[in-house]
């Protein structure tokens, strides 16, 4: 179950994804409907467009500095809460796409990974057909502690994950659909098992699977995966893609996905959860822009007096300074409040525990000393640039050690690296402005109705994918 909040203003960072920030479309005073796009990408850029979740009018375009350090221009839309939105939400009239034109609707809708770093969704679509993968991995594991939005997501509406799973699988050209999910979940597991059983019949080319994992955090980062399910130790630079086969998605953004192709609703609300160590849990269905000020203001059961306010999950989130101008981003997928403990800081007493949980088998002290001493290549050697910022050895750490924060700058480096690779790998088109900016002008939905359109599109009819759209759906 979850809430739903209707905000009095949405600030809409134009950048919410990894790449850079989308340029605004509107200008102070406009008014805007639900779905209407607002900011797209710039000529030449790795991007996606970002859309409003609310109707209101446009009070604001400034630049505002993200918890994490994100400089990035924001447009801030009053709600009028009348709600209007664009005609073209609705569902999609056609029953037949090509795999181009399902990519070109995601990425239209401005949809990026729900789950980690933003990556578009399109693109990352694009490197695992260029890859010839075979598995598509869904990723319905949350782990991070507290936080439940994605299990809500396949709760309340598994025939949407699993429908996006199966036509973004058959986009990419993969034989297998893998849930991997949480040994202890077991209604979600019922729900994904009865989605499949209905849709199966439609989706005879896929094979389906649910892998149990067990219950412990971290557990979906993709390099983890990979050693479970495959055995491998993907070193930095190997993609899951080339070594596996494989590509894993979020549950959330596979529900993104199909809501795009289905139903024309482009990335603009999200299920975040609102959660405490001390008390209170809740999960919120709002517009992506809503202050978290407002999330707090909703859940009256969590103390947030003299508590940290986390954008993000207890481990690895930013602390937030200013919750009135701090929004939910396309990657929020919890606000956690959690106790101010101030432990006391000592020398390392080399209690090993800290290597011990480490989930990429680190010495995460040893790492930290090398570090510090300026041993850059040492630490690079002794693997820290494995790190994957889960934040567990400074959560164990006795001594009050912040070993998290230094090691995972120092891999953050090698992060982006990875994740550039799909620039090269993804087969794609760096967007000129021709492609984009004329068909998001004005009020202009994001999503053109690209059924039956495939004549020009240059690809073979068995590149097409038939998808069971149920007809007088209401959105
Ligand atoms: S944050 Fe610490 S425990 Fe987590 S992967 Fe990095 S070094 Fe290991
Ligand atoms: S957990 Fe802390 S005290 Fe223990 S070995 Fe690691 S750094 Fe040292």
Same mark, same amino acid.
């Given at each position: 179950?979850?809430?739903?909040?209707?905000?009095?203003?949405?600030?809409?960072?134009?950048?919410?994804?990894?790449?850079?920030?989308?340029?605004?479309?509107?200008?102070?005073?406009?008014?805007?409907?639900?779905?209407?796009?607002?900011?797209?990408?710039?000529?030449?850029?790795?991007?996606?467009?970002?859309?409003?979740?609310?109707?209101?009018?446009?009070?604001?375009?400034?630049?505002?500095?993200?918890?994490?350090?994100?400089?990035?221009?924001?447009?801030?839309?009053?709600?009028?809460?009348?709600?209007?939105?664009?005609?073209?939400?609705?569902?999609?009239?056609?029953?037949?796409?090509?795999?181009?034109?399902?990519?070109?609707?995601?990425?239209?809708?401005?949809?990026?990974?729900?789950?980690?770093?933003?990556?578009?969704?399109?693109?990352?679509?694009?490197?695992?057909?260029?890859?010839?993968?075979?598995?598509?991995?869904?990723?319905?594991?949350?782990?991070? !502690?507290?936080?439940?939005?994605? %299990? +809500? $997501?396949?709760?309340? @509406?598994?025939?949407?994950? =699993? &429908? /996006?799973?199966?036509?973004?699988?058959?986009?990419?050209?993969?034989?297998?659909?893998?849930?991997?999910?949480?040994?202890?979940?077991?209604?979600?597991?019922?729900?994904?098992?009865?989605?499949?059983?209905?849709?199966?019949?439609?989706?005879?080319?896929?094979?389906?699977?649910?892998?149990?994992?067990?219950?412990?955090? !971290?557990?979906?980062?993709?390099? %983890? +995966? $990979?050693?479970?399910? @495959?055995?491998?130790?993907? =070193? &930095? /630079?190997?993609?899951?893609?080339?070594?596996?086969?494989?590509?894993?998605?979020?549950?959330?953004?596979?529900?993104?996905?199909?809501?795009?192709?289905?139903?024309?609703?482009?990335?603009?609300?999200?299920?975040?959860?609102?959660?405490?160590?001390?008390?209170?849990?809740?999960?919120?269905?709002?517009?992506?822009?809503? !202050?978290?000020?407002?999330?707090?203001?909703? $859940?009256?059961?969590?103390?947030?007096?003299?508590?940290?306010?986390?954008?993000?999950?207890?481990?690895?989130?930013?602390?937030?300074?200013?919750?009135?101008?701090?929004?939910?981003?396309?990657?929020?997928?919890?606000?956690?409040?959690?106790?101010?403990?101030?432990?006391?800081?000592?020398?390392?007493?080399?209690?090993?525990?800290?290597?011990?949980?480490?989930?990429?088998?680190?010495? !995460?002290?040893?790492?930290?000393?090398?570090?510090?001493?300026?041993?850059?290549?040492?630490?690079?050697?002794?693997?820290?640039?494995?790190?994957?910022?889960?934040?567990?050895?400074?959560?164990?750490?006795?001594?009050?050690?912040?070993?998290?924060?230094?090691?995972?700058?120092?891999?953050?480096?090698?992060?982006?690296?990875?994740?550039?690779?799909?620039?090269?790998?993804?087969?794609?088109?760096?967007?000129?402005?021709?492609?984009?900016?004329?068909?998001?002008?004005?009020?202009?939905?994001?999503?053109?109705?690209?059924?039956?359109?495939?004549?020009?599109?240059?690809?073979?009819?068995?590149?097409?994918?038939?998808?069971?759209?149920?007809?007088?759906?209401?959105?």
């Amino acid at each position: 179950m979850f809430e739903r909040i209707y905000p009095s203003k949405i600030i809409l960072p134009m950048k919410m994804h990894y790449g850079v920030p989308a340029t605004p479309t509107v200008s102070v005073g406009d008014y805007v409907r639900i779905g209407q796009c607002v900011g797209v990408p710039e000529k030449g850029t790795f991007s996606v467009p970002v859309h409003s979740g609310i109707s209101g009018r446009v009070s604001d375009i400034s630049e505002i500095v993200l918890p994490n350090g994100i400089k990035t221009p924001a447009v801030t839309i009053l709600n009028d809460m009348k709600r209007t939105r664009l005609e073209s939400i609705k569902p999609r009239s056609g029953f037949k796409l090509s795999a181009r034109e399902a990519m070109g609707i995601i990425r239209d809708a401005g949809i990026c990974g729900m789950g980690g770093e933003g990556i578009p969704t399109a693109a990352k679509l694009r490197r695992a057909k260029n890859e010839a993968v075979q598995d598509f991995l869904v990723n319905c594991l949350q782990s991070e !502690p507290y936080s439940t939005s994605d %299990l +809500v $997501a396949i709760t309340e @509406y598994p025939d949407y994950v =699993v &429908l /996006g799973s199966c036509a973004c699988a058959r986009a990419v050209g993969a034989s297998k659909c893998v849930f991997l999910i949480s040994e202890n979940r077991k209604e979600q597991r019922q729900a994904l098992a009865n989605s499949i059983e209905k849709i199966k019949d439609d989706f005879k080319d896929l094979q389906f699977d649910i892998k149990l994992f067990r219950e412990r955090f !971290p557990q979906g980062y993709y390099r %983890l +995966v $990979a050693r479970a399910l @495959y055995g491998k130790n993907l =070193v &930095l /630079g190997e993609t899951l893609e080339k070594s596996c086969k494989a590509v894993l998605f979020n549950c959330s953004t596979m529900l993104a996905c199909w809501e795009a192709l289905s139903d024309n609703i482009p990335m603009m609300s999200r299920i975040v959860s609102v959660t405490g160590d001390a008390s209170g849990g809740h999960n919120m269905l709002v517009p992506i822009g809503t !202050p978290v000020s407002e999330l707090l203001s909703n $859940a009256q059961d969590i103390k947030n007096g003299s508590d940290r306010i986390v954008w993000g999950n207890c481990l690895t989130g930013i602390e937030v300074k200013d919750a009135e101008n701090t929004p939910v981003v396309k990657t929020t997928s919890v606000i956690s409040v959690v106790r101010r403990m101030d432990v006391p800081r000592t020398p390392c007493i080399h209690c090993g525990l800290c290597s011990e949980c480490c989930p990429m088998n680190l010495s !995460p002290n040893t790492i930290y000393e090398m570090l510090n001493q300026g041993l850059g290549q040492k630490a690079a050697e002794e693997g820290a640039r494995d790190c994957i910022a889960c934040g567990c050895c400074s959560y164990v750490c006795p001594s009050g050690i912040d070993l998290t924060t230094s090691i995972a700058s120092f891999a953050g480096e090698g992060r982006i690296i990875e994740v550039n690779s799909l620039l090269d790998n993804s087969g794609a088109e760096i967007r000129t402005a021709e492609d984009v900016d004329m068909s998001y002008v004005g009020e202009a939905s994001l999503l053109e109705d690209y059924a039956d359109s495939d004549e020009d599109t240059g690809e073979s009819s068995s590149d097409s994918l038939t998808l069971p759209f149920e007809k007088d759906k209401k959105v």
